[in-house]
């Protein structure tokens, strides 16, 4: 039989193989294997050490510690090793991988509500707050709806005060050609069909006309309609609910005051102008020296209107008003240009 080195220069050896083995290992996989090799139960060191027992004592004494000191050195080299392969496969899986953890996240941009639906939702809740329900009809409307049934036959100049986009469709409506609605105001007449009198509602919604554009003027805005029918009713009732809605929105004191006004519909017909909130109707820029502001077109209800409605214009009145959301954003956020509004512009979307 082969005669074996002394204990000693075998587990130099030992150690100096395992070494070798760590270094070349070029990834995990071959270092477990080393690993494996080198301290596993089958290992040359393992085999050694199960023989220290048969040792004399003072040849224990000396490759006993040797052992243990050259097992906890290989031992500390593996872990040494697998610590800088592990860091060189996150590095290079970060680099292949499609999903890098170390990126910080994008954050995710949450949308805003556009300061015209701001505005919507808050005229709503004041006239809802004094009883006034909310309602709407079509944006393609009928000529009926839109003209005849307001008290503007075809053959009357004021269908020329709102030019008209007229809808290209084969079918005919019932009444008469279809159109994109110029006002809220036909939902007068179909909510007086509906649900009779007494009525008390506003009806936001989107107008169109045939209109070259400005800053304040646009073939696509929004209105808010308003209608009260009830067996006393006046113009009165009108500007006090105008003050309060006004004084309400602007969280300040607001008069209003009338005007003489002419819209077919209504009968007397107004125009209603608050007091100028930017200099306290000392006179400015912004109401052209005046002290007060255009807002909206106003009137009684016209009888051939409630007529129209089917409702008994001996027994009921009342009054009815108009006006443009965009023009009262405008004033409220000091907006110089109502095509900002639909611009979809976010810089502008995102000051609100
Ligand atoms: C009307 O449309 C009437 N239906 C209002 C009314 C209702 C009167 C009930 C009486 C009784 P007028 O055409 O003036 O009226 O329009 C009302 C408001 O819409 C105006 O005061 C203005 O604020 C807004 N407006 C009108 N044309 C445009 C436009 N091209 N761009 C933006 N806003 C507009």
């Not at 990834?27 to 139960?41: I, P, Y």
């Not at 996240?105 to 808050?122: C, N």
């Amino acid at each position: 039989m082969e005669k074996q080195p002394p204990m000693q220069d075998q587990l130099t050896q030992i150690e100096k193989r395992a070494l070798q083995d760590i270094n070349e290992a070029r990834d995990l996989k071959s270092l477990q294997e080393a690993e494996v090799k080198h301290l596993g139960r089958k290992s040359a060191l393992t085999a050694l050490m199960s023989k220290l027992k048969d040792l004399s004592p003072d040849e224990k004494k000396k490759i006993g510690p040797l052992s243990n000191q050259i097992k906890t050195s290989i031992t500390n080299k593996f872990e040494e090793k697998r610590a800088q392969l592990e860091t060189i496969e996150i590095e290079a899986k970060l680099k292949t991988e499609f999903f890098d953890i170390t990126i910080p996240g994008s954050a995710r941009e949450i949308g805003r509500v556009h300061p015209l639906a701001q505005l919507q939702h808050e005229v709503e809740n004041i006239f809802h707050g004094m009883g006034f329900t909310v309602a709407d009809g079509p944006e393609i409307e009928s000529e009926y709806y839109n003209f005849e049934g307001l008290n503007i036959p075809a053959d009357h100049p004021a269908r020329d005060m709102q030019d008209t986009f007229f809808v290209d469709a084969k079918h005919e409506a019932k009444h008469g050609r279809l159109v994109l609605r110029t006002q809220t105001s036909p939902v007068q007449i179909r909510t007086m069909e509906k649900y009779g009198a007494p009525l008390r509602i506003i009806v936001p919604g989107r107008v169109f006309r045939n209109e070259a554009t400005d800053a304040s003027h646009e073939t696509t805005f929004h209105q808010v309609e308003g209608l009260l029918i009830d067996t006393h009713i006046s113009l009165a009732n009108l500007k006090g609910i105008m003050t309060e809605f006004l004084t309400e929105l602007f969280k300040k004191e607001v008069s209003v005051r009338f005007r003489p006004g002419y819209f077919p519909f209504v009968e007397p017909g107004v125009e209603l102008d608050f007091s100028c909130l930017i200099c306290t109707g000392k006179g400015c820029s912004v109401c052209k020296r005046t002290g007060w502001v255009e807002f909206m077109g106003a009137g009684m209800v016209h009888p051939n209107v409630l007529k129209a409605g089917g409702i008994d214009s001996q027994k009921y009145r009342g009054w009815a008003f108009g006006f443009g959301l965009e023009r009262l954003a405008m004033m409220r956020y000091g907006i110089d240009d109502i095509r900002l509004f639909h611009s979809g512009d976010l810089r502008f979307i995102k000051q609100f």
